[in-house]
């Protein structure tokens, strides 16, 4: 089946520098993005991955391994906003129209 | 500039009535579209797709339906709600061209639907 796996939880000390990891299982591969949603919010786009390699956007970056079918999103410097549930999510040709197939989430939780 | 609209942000439904949510899109043309429920705590889940005017793709059969009547326009329906229908409803859009599939998906602000 088509999958991707992805940590429930995790938590970080403001300031700090987090990983959060996603390993998926599709049949085909058109890219690894992310998502970050806040509590009672809609989902943003936060990035997006089609080649191996690390893309940085601010306090922000994405990594994708393709051989290992493996990506990361990672944060630094984390502020007490980035406390939110972050998804990954993988588009997947063979559904057709550039859907996506999405990750359970990660919930994010930081400490001061 | 892209915007979507989504509303009610909150419906309180009785089991048995009927359901219509309405999502539109602005400053695109001929995007794709989707409906998403979230449950509390989980991830996401597709309900239907549309790659234009009155092409619907269902994803999980229930007692949902959805409409596209015009090109940027999109309604979820049901003519029964259920109990197990309460959830976080999310459109969503994004573009058709192969050229731009490095773009995410732009979310709707969603509506919180309880069904009691």
């Known amino acids: 089946g088509q999958s991707l796996e992805q940590p429930s939880e995790v938590t970080a000390v403001e300031g700090a520098i987090v990983q959060i990891n996603c390993t998926y299982q599709t049949s085909g591969f058109y890219g690894l993005s992310w998502y970050q949603q806040h509590d009672g919010g809609a989902p943003t786009f936060l990035s997006y991955?089609?080649l191996d390699g690390l893309e940085e956007t601010g306090r922000f970056s994405s990594f994708l391994s393709r051989s290992d079918s493996y990506g990361y999103l990672l944060l630094q410097e984390l502020q007490m906003k980035d406390s939110a549930s972050y998804f990954c999510?993988?588009?997947?040709?063979?559904?057709?129209?550039?859907?996506?197939?999405w990750g359970a989430g990660t919930k994010l939780i930081i400490k001061p | 500039s892209q915007t979507i609209h989504q509303w009610p942000a909150t419906l309180v439904q009785p089991v048995g009535s009927p359901l219509s949510l309405e999502c539109t899109v602005e400053g695109t043309s001929n995007p794709n579209l989707y409906w998403y429920r979230q449950a509390a705590g989980r991830g996401l889940q597709l309900l239907f797709y549309s790659v234009g005017i009155g092409q619907i793709s269902s994803e999980v059969p229930q007692n949902l339906s959805a409409s596209r009547p015009q090109d940027r326009q999109f309604i979820l329906s049901s003519k029964k709600l259920l109990l197990s229908d309460s959830g976080f409803y999310l459109c969503?859009?994004?573009?058709?061209?192969?050229?731009?599939?490095?773009?995410?998906?732009?979310f709707g602000s969603g509506t919180r639907l309880t069904v009691v």
């Open positions: 969503a859009w994004s573009p058709q061209s192969r050229g731009q599939i490095n773009y995410g998906y732009t």
């Open positions: 999510a993988v588009r997947d040709p063979p559904k057709g129209n550039y859907q996506l197939i």
């Open positions: 991955n089609g």
